[in-house]
């Protein structure tokens, strides 16, 4: 069983789109977390869910939402999608901010 | 508050041994390190919790001085299975990623 499983593997869309990113967990963990990954390999964090709390918000545009049905999952909603949202996106979830963090494989996010 | 690794990238041959350093300009609760291979995502390696606490993970180390708000780590015989990128993940009132370093070991 995957520990973590976020869906699709790759996007491509238009620019102006909506989309989603779905994530799930089957750890238990308590805290989720939505990293995006540009093309220089930086690692930035977006978001964070502890018990469906958001407990990290960064400086991301509003077009990002997180949306946390239950402590297994966290999707990740994108509004109007500009060329810059091209990236990796990976989905984390780990028991707590300082214990291990288990990622999913990646969305390949690519704007057109 | 992105941590800075260095270096940046890395060519070592096999057996070779390499530091990898990662400050911050805020303190430090913990450390973590991970690797990750191209096209996979970040794998954990280990953390480290305590300030001048060591750990090892095969022939790979680590060490926390939270005095300097730094970490290390040590690879040491390299093999090419550890060609990747590292990163360090540092948590103060929150959790951030370092600029990574690409590590690349050739026969």
């Known amino acids: 069983d995957t520990a973590v499983s976020q869906t699709p593997k790759y996007l491509v869309t238009q620019m102006g789109n909506d989309k989603s990113i779905k994530c799930e967990q089957n750890?238990?963990?308590?805290?989720m977390y939505w990293y995006k990954q540009d093309s220089k390999k930086f690692l930035k964090i977006m978001f964070s869910?502890?018990?469906?709390?958001?407990?990290i918000n960064e400086t991301v545009p509003n077009r990002f939402s997180p949306k946390s049905p239950d402590k297994a999952h966290l999707n990740l909603h994108i509004n109007s999608l500009e060329l810059g949202d091209s990236a990796v996106y990976f989905c984390?979830?780990?028991?707590?901010?300082?214990?291990?963090?288990?990622f999913g494989q990646g969305t390949r996010l690519t704007v057109v | 508050q992105q941590p800075v690794q260095s270096p940046q990238a890395v060519i070592l041959r096999e057996g070779e041994d390499a530091v990898i350093n990662c400050s911050s300009s805020?303190?430090?609760?913990?450390v973590h390190w991970y690797r990750q291979k191209h096209g996979e995502a970040p794998v954990f390696l280990m953390i480290?919790?305590?300030?001048?606490e060591q750990k090892g993970h095969e022939k790979i180390s680590a060490s926390f001085n939270e005095k300097k708000q730094q970490s290390s780590l040590y690879l040491t015989a390299s093999q090419l299975s550890y060609s990747g990128t590292y990163f360090c993940?540092?948590?103060?009132?929150?959790?951030?990623f370092g600029t990574g370093t690409s590590l690349t070991v050739i026969p």
């Open positions: 869910y502890n018990n469906k709390e958001l407990i």
């Open positions: 805020k303190a430090l609760y913990s």
């Open positions: 480290l919790l305590k300030g001048g």
């Open positions: 984390a979830s780990s028991q707590a901010q300082v214990y291990e963090a288990f």
């Open positions: 993940g540092i948590t103060g009132n929150q959790f951030y």
């Open positions: 750890l238990g963990h308590d805290t």
